[in-house]
Nanobody, 120 residues
Framework: VQLQASGGGLVQAGGSLRLSCAASGSIVSIRTMNWYRQAPAQQRELVAGITVFGDTNYADAVKGRFTISRDNAKNTVDLQMNSLKPEDTAVYYC???????????????WGQGTLVTVSS
């Protein structure tokens, strides 16, 4: 099982970016899918999460600006980021609670991270 994230880049403050993450491999099902971020010298923090039923939660810092969505048929999760601020600069990681065909229980998997840089 692998998670592949894409969509990071450099954007000016006030701009938008869309991150995408695709889970691949022999997957039975995926429960929660999340986006985390880690800024330099800071701990990794949860940005947004979405359940298989579409229930979402967001960090206070991104509420109203970021939108998480998923496609259960394609095993993908996206993060639409609008009104970006310099403090949103970080490496963004996707994360998912996955039941692989080779296992009997769910485990969390991580993508490789994609850098988002917001210039002022």
């Amino acid at each position: 099982v692998q998670l592949q994230a894409s969509g990071g880049g450099l954007v000016q403050a006030g701009g938008s970016l869309r991150l995408s993450c695709a889970a691949s491999g022999s997957i039975v099902s995926i429960r929660t899918m999340n986006w985390y971020r880690q800024a330099p010298a800071q701990q990794r923090e949860l940005v947004a999460g979405i359940t298989v039923f579409g229930d979402t939660n967001y960090a206070d810092a991104v509420k109203g600006r970021f939108t998480i969505s998923r496609d259960n048929a394609k095993n993908t999760v996206d993060l639409q980021m609008n009104s970006l601020k310099p403090e949103d600069t970080a490496v963004y990681y996707c994360n998912a609670d996955i039941l692989p065909m080779s296992a009997r229980r769910y485990s969390y998997y991580w993508g490789q991270g994609t850098l988002v840089t917001v210039s002022s």
